[in-house]
């Protein structure tokens, strides 16, 4: 199960204007920064709070953001970077990410994820933390068909979707996700995974491929998509954020360009 505050954010964001469907076989975003909106979470012993604000115009093409402080208190994390999107898809088209993670300080950053996660001692596949491919639909409330949803009644878990293949994206090969290293990426990097049901799970970790219904669901969900973008997580979760030790440096996030295909 995914982070209950990432749960709420999604029902904030659930509560805007329901935006009507235009068919397209290919779109490329545009990477203005007042388009996207970064979702920061802060924890502390008192308590969580999401903040949202807008990324930044790159004036040679994409848009970025700084990562929080992760060892400040409050605790600064990045969950989501998002774009509204008008599009029907079909399992047919492919997302396709250009990326990069920019050092901003004379010395080294260091990535750190949510410790919400279980990281370091979670799985090293996903720690310090990882980027991937995200998009949230607008289908109704399903739960009086699918009544053990892992979030109740409350939310549609199929209104999430995660890219969630094993391969690794790196500057040299394209990939489902990229795990995040002291320093930059040393250069662009490609998220690309196709819309096939069996390439992404949803808010309570079911593939789209598990079951006939779950994979009608995922159809559904990809003909109405509301938002585009990515989900920062980090040990066992895809989206409970991932923020920079300022200790060790600083770093930005920058998003080059975002499309279907």
């Given at each position: 199960m995914k982070?209950?505050?990432?749960?709420?954010?999604?029902?904030?964001?659930?509560?805007?204007l329901f935006f009507p469907v235009i068919r397209a076989n290919a779109t490329t975003l545009k990477m203005v920064?007042?388009?996207?909106?970064?979702?920061?979470?802060?924890?502390?012993?008192?308590?969580?709070?999401?903040?949202?604000?807008?990324?930044t115009?790159?004036?040679?093409?994409?848009?970025?953001?700084?990562?929080?402080?992760?060892?400040?208190?409050p605790a600064g994390y990045t969950?989501?970077?998002?774009?509204?999107?008008?599009?029907?898809?079909?399992?047919?088209?492919?997302?396709?990410?250009?990326?990069?993670?920019?050092?901003?300080?004379?010395?080294?950053?260091?990535?750190?994820?949510?410790?919400?996660?279980?990281?370091?001692?979670?799985?090293?596949?996903?720690c310090p933390g990882a980027v991937r491919l995200f998009f949230e639909a607008n289908l109704a409330q399903a739960a009086s068909v699918f009544p053990n949803s892992c979030v109740g009644k409350s939310v549609n878990e199929y209104n999430f979707w995660w890219s969630n293949t094993p391969v690794a994206a790196t500057v040299l090969t394209p990939g489902s996700y990229y795990q995040f290293t002291a320093g930059g990426s040393g250069?662009?990097?490609t998220l690309q995974v196709q819309l096939d049901p069996a390439n992404w799970s949803d808010l309570c970790g079911t593939r789209g491929n598990q079951a006939y219904a779950v994979t009608q669901e995922f159809i559904a969900a990809i003909a109405k998509i509301?938002?585009?973008?990515?989900?920062?997580g980090s040990g066992?979760?895809?989206a409970n954020g991932v923020g920079v030790d300022y200790a060790t440096?600083?770093?930005?996030?920058q998003l080059i360009s975002y499309s279907t295909s």
């Open positions: 982070s209950t505050i990432l749960a709420i954010t999604f029902l904030a964001l659930s509560s805007l920064g007042s388009q996207w909106t970064v979702y920061d979470l802060f924890v502390s012993s008192t308590g969580s709070q999401v903040q949202a604000s807008h990324a115009t790159i004036p040679t093409g994409g848009v970025e953001f700084p990562f929080p402080d992760s060892g400040s208190t969950l989501e970077l998002l774009d509204s999107f008008r599009t029907s898809l079909t399992s047919s088209n492919t997302l396709t990410a250009m990326i990069k993670v920019v050092q901003t300080s004379a010395t080294t950053p260091v990535f750190q994820g949510n410790p919400s996660g279980g990281c370091p001692s979670s799985s090293p596949s996903l250069g662009t990097v509301q938002f585009l973008g990515l989900s920062f066992y979760f895809f440096g600083t770093a930005n996030f």
